[in-house]
């Protein structure tokens, strides 16, 4: 028996929400300097690494939502924390949103979209999901080591405790 692939997206989107939230509020308690402190990691800071998080997810969404020729390079990076977490928030709801709109057939269908490099692709919706939540949880796990190079603890984001806070 197949699983419902979007059951498994939804949850997938819910766990996204959850998990940027988490590590979203462990930068609002980390002093600034820390926030801004160059990590020597794959982005900058940890400030700079969430922000490619969210960026992320938003040229994604931004192409699923037709904006075919949506590119990373082209999304605005929220000045400050305030912002960003202003900003995630109606982001996380659209994917949401988004994910509920979907019937079955729709996770199969396939999305066209142009690299930075103008290449044309195709992937299936649901393969689109579950690589926006894997890339965020890829760079949560470097914004989680940079937090304890700053001297925090990290609450943990894996998805088996979101299973089992669910």
């Given at each position: 028996m197949q699983p419902d692939i979007g059951a498994v997206c939804r949850s997938h989107l819910e766990f996204?929400?959850?998990?940027?939230?988490?590590?979203?509020?462990?930068?609002?308690?980390?002093?600034?300097?820390?926030?801004?402190q160059d990590r020597s990691?794959?982005?900058?800071?940890?400030?700079?690494?969430?922000?490619?998080?969210?960026?992320?997810?938003?040229?994604?969404?931004?192409?699923?939502?037709?904006?075919?020729?949506a590119k990373l390079a082209d999304m605005d990076s929220p000045p400050d924390l305030g912002s960003l977490g202003q900003r995630w928030t109606g982001l996380h709801q659209g994917w949401i949103e988004w994910a509920?709109?979907?019937?079955?057939?729709?996770?199969?269908?396939?999305?066209?979209?142009?690299?930075?490099?103008?290449?044309?692709?195709?992937?299936?919706?649901?393969?689109?999901?579950?690589?926006?939540?894997?890339?965020?949880?890829y760079h949560r796990g470097q914004v989680a080591t940079m937090l304890r190079q700053a001297g925090a603890k990290p609450t943990g984001t894996d998805l088996l405790?979101?299973?089992?806070?669910?």
């Amino acid at each position: 028996m197949q699983p419902d692939i979007g059951a498994v997206c939804r949850s997938h989107l819910e766990f996204m929400k959850w998990a940027d939230n988490i590590a979203y509020s462990a930068l609002t308690q980390t002093p600034h300097e820390h926030l801004v402190q160059d990590r020597s990691s794959s982005f900058k800071s940890l400030f700079d690494t969430l922000t490619h998080v969210y960026r992320g997810e938003l040229v994604w969404f931004r192409r699923v939502q037709g904006e075919q020729d949506a590119k990373l390079a082209d999304m605005d990076s929220p000045p400050d924390l305030g912002s960003l977490g202003q900003r995630w928030t109606g982001l996380h709801q659209g994917w949401i949103e988004w994910a509920r709109s979907h019937t079955p057939e729709n996770w199969q269908q396939p999305l066209i979209f142009h690299t930075a490099q103008g290449e044309e692709c195709r992937l299936p919706f649901w393969q689109i999901a579950l690589h926006v939540v894997n890339h965020g949880s890829y760079h949560r796990g470097q914004v989680a080591t940079m937090l304890r190079q700053a001297g925090a603890k990290p609450t943990g984001t894996d998805l088996l405790t979101f299973y089992r806070t669910r």
